[in-house]
Each structure stands twice: as structure tokens, then as C-alpha cells.
């Protein structure tokens, strides 16, 4: 299979940076390879290769990220994969992995992405800063975060709260953070591989028509970080203009000595430098430590990272301020949880439960730490519902701690979890027949949570409770 082949006229201008113009076009004439990475909270890499070639899908570990994968080329629809829809790993193109690589989060530091949707990049980073870290995932279109909560819920994910905010206005009475990811709004064209059709493709943006915004967001996110801190401003696009010249022009209007650019680079990973001069204008020096990504180096779309230490005050800076305090509700909720399903103590260490509806409470890691300003939009992830008699767990809090539930869970075969996906009522496993309380149940597959169903014990049927949005397509297999 190969995609439509690329109208290049709007490429040509890049031919003076490409070290094999030929090969470059021969590589966007390519599909994309499709890339993994296992998820470190519910699987390692090594568990996860060894499933999925149990079912003789071929993988190919990236040399230059532990846990990472591309998929065969036959392997098209990896969402539909039952270790997918249970949060084992997450689809993410490969370029698109390297801003986070190079903003490096540690355990415990308080994070913004400060253009978040749809999400990968902030998952990258929850997961690597751990329950005693934060990020604070930020995004203005509204309509995007939908998609990033439905992601970071499937993969049990709660150290993180949304806000919805212009970002480059985005207040400093937030707080300073200890990094800031800036990956923004771009022309795109270094996503063209990304579709399969001409027609299906995005309109191209016009080289250098976000450069004030991109300018606005980059310096807001350097205001926002604490001194000793560091900023990835990265994009999906060749344009200097939206590239270097940004990262250029920012680093000529702070105070001398304020920024550093960091080099760029990642071992088992080719790529070029940044560019010092383009159309006969110099640029920054430092700037050939940035990173540009060209899809016939690695075999992917095309990208640009550049990584900012900052060494003193730039204006305007946050300062460091006084948590929001959280409306924590009593310990009685997880204690009767842990009753019902028998869970293991210690289960929920790290973690609190905050109400943050009349009907609903969420589960927050410990570190989570927002400020009054802006908003706080949503909190960690949605945990118990308690506006009924038994209170029902989300399908994500069931993913969650359904793996270790030793009461009131029912283990499903292979056919009988497809059924479960596609929401549909099922009879009741012989096994599971006995020894279930009334109420909402825990559904599992090969000791690996799926979700909530309820059971009529008159009729030995178990009813899915899986979400609608999430459910499995009739003509799809799990397996």
C-alpha cells in the first residue's frame, strides 16, 4: 500500500535544508509506520511485546525509548485491541513523542502543557511525574479536552487538572511551574504522511501565519516556569518562520544571559540541527542545538524541538502560590469500597477523593496542586457515582483498581468480553453464579479490568455497563 504521492510545490522551498531531497520525497510517498508505547503503570514493555506477538502482531522496539513500539505494517487498527481499550498501551506517533523526551519531567514537579489537546503529551508526562507530580493540562478549545480526559482516563491516569484558557494569556496568579510544554498551534506540514487520502488531508497553513501567536505562547510559558526550570516549544512543521525564527526572535527580546538553549538530541534517534541563518538573515548560534525531525531520517512525519533552561528572571514571571484547598471527602467512601470488592490495603495510597458534584466524586493523586486562577475546569479522574443506593464505580476508576478485586468480580473468557464491549446483555458466567452481592460488579478478562456491569439474578444475566462512547464496533474483534 502506498498513500497518494505528496504535492510538493509547497516543499520546495525546503530543498537548501534537506541533505537527500530525493529520499525525503520518496519517504512522504510512504504510510506511516504506526507507533506504541506500553503503559508503565499497568504494563511494562517487555509484558506487553509478549501478548501482543501471542496473537502474532509483529512489533519493532524504538531503539531510543524503552517500552516503545511500531507496529507491522499490517497492523492498521491498534484502537480497537483489547489491551488498548483497557488502558494497557496508547497509540502515539513517533515524533511526537520527542517533546516530552526533552522536557524530561522527574517525579513530583508540577508540569503545564500549555496546549494540550488531545492529550498524548500530557499522558506522557502524568505518567512520568507520578502521583506525587502534577500536570496541569491547558487547552482554549474547549470541545478538544473531551478527547484528552477520555484518554487519560483509559489509562488510570489522576495526577493531572484541566483549565480552559487562552494560553497566552494565561495568568501568572497560576503559579510557577517547574517545566512548561509549549507544543503549538503550527501549519502542520510535517503531518501530511498522517492520511491515507489527498482529500482527507487538513488544509495547508500558510508558512508563518501563527508566528505571533506561537511568539505569545512561547514567552508565556518562559513567565511561567521558576528559574532552574526548563521549556520545550516545539511543532509538526518545517517553516523556519514558525521554528527558529519564533525561538530567534524571543531569545533576542530577553535580558542577556536569562535563556539557554539546551542541545536537542537523543541517542538512536537521527535528526538535523537547527537552523543559524535562513534567506540570508543570522540567526541565534545557540539555535543549531534545536531539533529538526525529516521523515526520511527515521521513518516518520516531520517535527521541530527546541529546549529552553531559564536562568534568571525573564518579566513578568509567576511566582510561587498558596495551593487551592480541596474539598476531600471523609474516608467512609474507600472503606466501603474496599469492603465490597476486597481490596488490599493500600490500594488507594497516594490518593484522596474530592467531590466535585452533587452526584459525583473523582480520585486525585496526592501531588495535584492548583491554584485559584484560572478556573480549575476538572479534578483528577472521575471515581463513584453516589446518588444511589450502592454507589457504582466509573468504568475507569474499575480500571483502575478492578486488577486487584478478590469480591465481586466476574472473569470473562475471550467471546464473552467482546460481547461485554459491544454492551450487550449476556448470560452470567456458570463460575460467577455464586457468591455476588446485589449491585454493581467488577468485569475482568485475563485478570485485567474492563469495567462495571450490573446482573439480573432472576434471569442469570450480566448487563454491560461499558460507556457507550467507548463500546466496541459490531464488526470489530478485540483480539
Not at 398 to 408: D, S
Not at 442 to 461: C, E, F, N, P
Request: glycine share 10%; charged share 20%; aromatic share 6%.
Amino acid at each position: 500500500m502506498t498513500v497518494p504521492s505528496v504535492d510538493l510545490a509547497g516543499f520546495e522551498r525546503y530543498r537548501e535544508l534537506l541533505d537527500d531531497p530525493a529520499a525525503f520525497r520518496e519517504a512522504l510517498d510512504r504510510p506511516l509506520p504506526v507507533c506504541i508505547w506500553a503503559n508503565p503503570a499497568r504494563i511494562s514493555g517487555e509484558a506487553l511485546a509478549a501478548r501482543l506477538a501471542a496473537d502474532g502482531i509483529d512489533l519493532e522496539p524504538l531503539p531510543w525509548l524503552d517500552g516503545a513500539f511500531r507496529l507491522g505494517p499490517g497492523e492498521t487498527a491498534p484502537g480497537n485491541r483489547f489491551e488498548y481499550l483497557t488502558g494497557l498501551f496508547h497509540v502515539q506517533e513517533e515524533v511526537s513523542l520527542l517533546p516530552v523526551a526533552l522536557l524530561d519531567p522527574q517525579p513530583g514537579e508540577r508540569i503545564l502543557d500549555l496546549c494540550a489537546a488531545p492529550g498524548n503529551k500530557t499522558a506522557q508526562i502524568a505518567l512520568r511525574v507520578g502521583v506525587t507530580g502534577c500536570v496541569v493540562a491547558n487547552d482554549r478549545n474547549f470541545g478538544r479536552m473531551s478527547v484528552l480526559r477520555r484518554a487519560l482516563d483509559r489509562l488510570g491516569i489522576t495526577n493531572y487538572a484541566t483549565t480552559h484558557h487562552d494560553g497566552a494569556n494565561y495568568p501568572a496568579g497560576a503559579g510557577a511551574f517547574d517545566r512548561v510544554l509549549a507544543d503549538v498551534p503550527c501549519s502542520c506540514e510535517g503531518t501530511s504522511r498522517k492520511f491515507p487520502s489527498q482529500s482527507d488531508r487538513p488544509p495547508p497553513g500558510a508558512p508563518g501565519a501563527l508566528t505571533g501567536l506561537q511568539f505569545a505562547l512561547l514567552r508565556k510559558a518562559l513567565q511561567l516556569t521558576r528559574v532552574g526550570g526548563r521549556v520545550v516549544y516545539s511543532t509538526c512543521t518545517y517553516a523556519p518562520e514558525e521554528n527558529e525564527l519564533v525561538v530567534d526572535r524571543l531569545l533576542s527580546a530577553l535580558p542577556p544571559g536569562s535563556v539557554a538553549v539546551r542541545p536537542a538530541r537523543i541517542e538512536g534517534f537521527r535528526s538535523s540541527p537547527g537552523l543559524t541563518h535562513w534567506r540570508g538573515r543570522a540567526l541565534a548560534e545557540d539555535l543549531h542545538r534545536a531539533l529538526r525531525a525529516y521523515p526520511h531520517h527515521n521513518d516518520t512525519g516531520g517535527f521541530f524541538v527546541a529546549v529552553l533552561d531559564k536562568l534568571a528572571p525573564v518579566g513578568h514571571d509567576a511566582v510561587d502560590v498558596a495551593p487551592l484547598e480541596l474539598s476531600e471527602e471523609p474516608d467512609p467512601w474507600l472503606n466501603d469500597l474496599a469492603e465490597r470488592y476486597d481490596l488490599p490495603t493500600g490500594v488507594f495510597d497516594g490518593h484522596r477523593i474530592v467531590r466535585t458534584s452533587l452526584r459525583q466524586l473523582s480520585i486525585v493523586a496526592g501531588g495535584v496542586r492548583v491554584a485559584a486562577r484560572p478556573e480549575t475546569k476538572t479534578l483528577g479522574m472521575s471515581f463513584l457515582h453516589t446518588q444511589m443506593a450502592i454507589p457504582k464505580p466509573t468504568t475507569e476508576a474499575a480500571m483502575l483498581f478492578g486488577g486487584a478485586a478478590r469480591r465481586n468480580v466476574v472473569d470473562l473468557d475471550r467471546a464473552a468480553t467482546e460481547t461485554f464491549l459491544r454492551r450487550r446483555d449476556q448470560a452470567l458466567p456458570a463460575n460467577a453464579a455464586t457468591g455476588l452481592a446485589g449491585g454493581p460488579l467488577l468485569v475482568r478478562h485475563d485478570g485485567i479490568a474492563l469495567g462495571v456491569a450490573s446482573h439480573q439474578r432472576d434471569a442469570g444475566l450480566l448487563t454491560s455497563l461499558y460507556p457507550k462512547g467507548w463500546a466496541l464496533a459490531a464488526d470489530r474483534s478485540a483480539f
